[in-house]
């Protein structure tokens, strides 16, 4: 009906999803013309993926229901179901993991499924696969879709000889190499290149984008952002908060825009402290950062690296203090989530880390669990449960086994388990921390994520530990589980003086229950905050901006 | 540089150490040049197809196919039936690689589709797949032929009316492949014998000065098997081939790059299968008796062994190995017992000590696989630190 | 859409091709293929007295010498083979030679009664002895 | 709730014990003497039902199903022959402890008594150090080829067996009740443990009846011996690794199978409870085969116990076991459903079919559950 040639390539109609109930996008709108570079920034858990996942026809939207709203591609409604669709339709992406074969050449990898084939006769009876492949012509179209990206990388090396730059690159060219590709989107392209590699990148793009292929540039690195882009879309708790262009908005606004609570004070009802409260917090941390000269911390970290895959950690020190509440925040992947793993021996280690002075040992969870210290582990389901045993081995095994209670026998010769011990303890803890289940005999697997995370709390409380490492405590839970949770934490700091570290993705949660907040930017603390300093300079931490007021508090 | 030393050392351990075995033990054994070199032709155009029909699931990334004795009891399955027909010569074998191939088909797509709901532990369920259709095999072979599946020469069935014998003459194929294109090496002066005896005509005669003796050699076999080599080397070139190795490499990333993933891996193991059915029947025309119930049992193991003895690993495997294998392993299966018994007076030792090396290399092979696995993965998560890291 | 319906029937008709092929090809090995046991037989069949001596050679085998009531067999392949008689007195002198081509086609064993056979007889092929 | 059942038990299982089931019921109709052929199940649940037990240490910490079993066989076999060939030294060397520290119960009468218990407790007693020896070393391998486990078990398991078949030739046993007669050396293929320690277990304590019942028109004699013995033995056995998994011990080896990340988050050392679970099930083994072969009364050697952990594998699985998971309830279920089978299926098709499929049976079902259970997911 509509006119195709005025229509927008890519039109996005009051798209909105929710994942059993959790909304986690509403009424996002907005239009991409050819040749247009869209810059889209949000915090993690903005909705960013999920858009992505959307727009890319990914399994996961239609195995949840769908998504509400509708899209438009040249004018016309689209609905994909499989990202072979997307793909076919022109829309093409750039993950954030590589996803190529380590194995292949540079040429293979860009023609991956896509190769040149030599007629035959064979192809002709059986299908087209049993043709062979056209080496030189795949080296012709490999190394012209390497020369629009402006580098030089030989078509023959093979990936796994590759610095981490050149594989982004040869990403992208898969990308452009796809003739029909006009629509591509960009997942944080630049958050493993150097510098010179990423300005090499964003030349390369802007050349991109004059061909007429439409780009969609997501990063946290604002500056990029803002000297790349034509418009700038900001997410925020799944709804669009801006959309304007880019020669219009500092960075700073940008980053104010991305975790500012600010601006939205008046409708949001559920997780601001009552300001009081906020007050005694600030009170507290500057006290505790007056006291410190006088008293030994509870925890010393210094220039700690940590090997977590994903979440590495290159070189950070920090100090807590006894009975403090201490934060740690920063996007995904930059290793907020190594420092308690490493810590606690879980991944490789190395530096030194202090515990009320004395050095603890690394790289041994013995050790860590022996000086009292307890985890709660982000990744539930793979660390932190037993998922194919009762609640009451799920609750009481860590003590069992470091502090030898809820045993019975003669110890280190013959010690058996005391269930009814185990039962009882357990039972203690479900009413507690209102654990909904069947009883202590219920398999953990069985429980829903809030639940199984209280399971993980009652896990670690059970270790009557001194200091408490806790990682994204409300990953995945629901609302009325999460304060539980929080509130949970807090008044166990209260009531036995334990030192709690919570790493977290949240912002808001950790300057909601904290004293003070860490924020680590590419494996390094780029520094430490009261949670009562305004939203905006926690962004720009986060957005890889040195803070000088920040650095005051980090030494 | 030292550690890439190492590594060719590594790498090429396994052939290696044969090397010197055989080294020490041919003499041992008493064998003459010419006996050694006539039983390892022999063996050579017996084995190295079965061999062969490994190299694709290796290329995609499904380990070594313990189920290739599918395709072997498909193949045995062909044998049979011509051989009560009584199809004979060529045509016979070809019939029965025709009557087979539809079975290996069947019997590969099941094993590809059991293999692609065991992902990661491909190699144990085919080995005990392999067992499985055995029993199934047993039950066709044993009950249901000369009852539902007629089978009329008595020679083949038991004297009870039904099943099929223990050990089956193959007489009506045998070498029939082997002795095509009879060919004979021998040197100029043998070759005049030769002809005296002889006449000529019917022989190709290959001369070659410095060679003692006189040795068949089964041309037919060995062109059929360098067609295979040529089909092999073809096949990795094609789009499958890519599509395989692609696969062999990563599964994730070749499947969000649109590659049919479980297709593909059912299509190498049908392609496998299928082989190993022609192989069965190569190396059966060459025996001349078929052990109804063994025979495909040993095929699968002496097989992967050879490969692995070449050199092969369970991620890498080249025609190369192959051959490498297939000289090696038979030189040691054919020396031990002659060196055992002249080393410690007892055949049964060198018995024993070829059948242990087989399974022990099998077992080596595999946890080295594991091993360098694991070590690998253990440096890829290295990697990821990168050298900012603050170890310093 | 019916381009690729047309695509998809052109396929499947060449593979039913192919497959076609492929039996054709299986019947005619089993044709060409097949061993025959061929029994020559020198006994009295109905009118057709027993020989005193025969002499047969089928395709390129032995000679067979069959004495009066003598029965031998010789094995050939493929569907079509060629039989030599020579038949001789009481007093060893021949007396007849007979050469025919015989097709079998896909019957596995027959018996060629002799007698008959030397007779020029049309029906000397008698069922195979089990 | 019938949908649940049958989700639980898996398809297969549920065949093959309806199909056992229907075994007994066709029984006395095809004239089997169903009284006799329950007894032949239970002997034989008592023979196989420790090497069965022998799987659940290792499945219950991760390492899956013992394919190397035949390495505490082994182990088993040269306790079994050692304790034959220094069979006189042990008693004499028994008797001069007796005397030395005037133990009064330790006399020759006890010692000519009680000749074949102690064969038998000295079999055991030599093969457990060196089942905990191998297994100690085939556990540091298996640790280092985590995710592979059962394909290298099993060639481990063969490579051993083939190994010791050249050991079994070489190594200088003198008894001449185990060597090859014309050669004076080397030992035997089969060793008869008559006049050692046969039926040691299975006499002890034995229920004996013999009768004649009448069902119908038909006279059956009833001629059972129920080796109360050796179901004790299996009892005392399986009381022990019951309990084992209950101490502190066993439940960090639990958890390690269950989840090793979150053992290892708790502290435990994972390597090595692994390497304790694979002792065990090698400890477990020898034991196994010495009850098996003083039931069986021959001792196998050479490539007798090739096969031996394909069996005991199928078995636990038809008891309802997973790859990673695995209770005594699982290995009584599963021993005397996969005994049943093979005792019934002989009898029963011989009868109906005058022909005998229970090698084919066996493979088919023992294979078959196998198959099922590698093929389902281990977890989510």
Known sequence: MSDNNNAPLLQLDHIGKEYYGNRVLSDISFSIEAGEILGLVGENGAGKSTLLNILFGMPVISSTGGYEGSLYLDGKQVNFTSPTQALAAGIGMVHQEFSLIPGFTATENILLNREVLNGSLMSYVFSERVSTLDRDAMKARASEAIKTLGVHISPDMTVNEMPVGYKQFIEIAREIDRKNTRLLFLDEPTAVLTEQEADILLIALGKLAKSGIAIVFISHRLNEVK?????????????????QKASGLT??????????????????????????????????????????????????????????????????????????????????????????????????????????????????????????????????????????????????????????????????????????????????????????????????????????????????????????????????????????VLDTLKEYNKEHGTTIIITSSELEELRSVCDRVAIVDEGKIAGVLPASSPAEEFGMLMMGEKLRSALAYTE | MIRKLFDIIANNAVPAVFIIISAFAIPLSGFSASYLVQELLTRIGRNSFLILSLLIPIMAGMGLNFGMVLGAMAGQIGLLLICDWGIVGIPGMVLACLIGTPIAIVLGIFCGHILNRAKGREMVTSYILGFFINGVYQMVVLYLMGWIIPITNPNLLLSRGYGVRNAVSLSGIRAVLDNLIPTIITNPEGAKQFLNINGSGSFLLLQLPFFDGAIRLPLATFIIIALFCVFIIWFRKTKLGQDMRAIGQSQSVADSAGIPVNRTRIIAIVISTVLACYGQIIYLQNMGTLNTYNSHDQAGMFSIAALLIGGASVSKATITNVFVGVVLFHLMFIVAPMAGKNLIGEAQIGEYFRVFVSYGIIAIALVLHAWKRNREREAARRSLRGNKGGNA | MFVAFLKFLMRWFQRLVVLAALIALGVWLFYIGREHQIFLDNKTLGDFKALEQINVRVNDSEIAELMQRERDVRKVVGPEFEIKAEVFNEDGEIINRIAKKIKINFSKDIMINLPAFAAGEENFIVPAPR | MIKNFIKNAGWPRIIIALFLLALFITAPFVGVNVFTSFNNTVVRFGMNGIMVLAMIPMVQAGCGLNFGLPLGIIAGLLGATLSIELNTEILAKLAELGEQYKISWLTQEFLTTYREPIGFASAIIIAIPVAAVLGWLYGKLLNRVKGDEMMIATYVGFSSVSFMCIAWLLLPYKHPTMVWGYAGRGLRTTISVEGYWLHVLNDWLALKFEDTVKIGDKVLDVNLAIPTGMLIFFAIIAFIVWIFMRTKTGTAMTAVGSNPEFARASGVNVDKMRTISVVMSTILGAIGIIVYEQSFGFIQLYMGPFYMALPAVASILLGGASVNKATILNVIIGTFLFQGILTMTPTVFNSVFQTDMSEVIRLIVSNGMILYALTRKVRA
Request: glycine share 10%.
């Open chain 1, 251 to 484: 960075t700073r606004q940008i980053a104010s825009l991305m975790v500012g609570r600010e601006s939205l004070r008046k409708e949001e009802p559920v997780e601001i402290p009552d300001e009081p409260v906020e007050e005694a917090n600030v009170n507290d941390a500057l006290t505790t950062t007056v006291k410190k000269k006088k008293k030994k911390p509870a925890l010393k970290v210094e220039h700690l690296w940590v090997d977590m895959p994903g979440e590495t950690v290159r070189d950070v020190s920090f100090e807590v203090q006894k009975g403090e509440i201490f934060g740690i925040g920063g996007l995904a992947g930059h290793g907020k989530l190594g420092i308690p793993n490493g810590i606690m021996g879980l991944y490789p280690a190395g530096g030194k880390v202090r515990l009320f002075g004395k050095k603890l040992t690394l790289n041994r969870p013995r050790a860590a669990l022996g000086r009292k210290m307890a985890f709660v582990s982000e990744d539930r389901r793979g660390v932190g449960l037993l998922l194919d045993e009762p609640l009451d081995w799920n609750i009481t095994f860590t003590a069992m086994q470091m502090q030898g209670r809820f045993l019975i026998g003669i110890p280190h010769i013959f010690q058996l388990r005391n269930e009814l011990a185990m039962a009882k303890e357990t039972r203690k803890f479900i009413e507690s921390l209102s654990i909904k289940c069947t009883g202590p005999n219920q398999k953990a697997g069985e429980l829903s994520g809030g639940n199984q995370q209280k399971v993980c709390l009652a896990k670690a409380f059970v270790l009557r530990p001194d200091i408490l490492l806790i990682c994204e405590p409300t990953r995945g839970i629901d609302i009325g589980a999460k304060t539980l």
């Open chain 1, 227 to 243: 000297t790349l882009c034509d418009r700038i879309l900001v997410l925020r708790d799944g709804k669009l908060i801006t959309d």
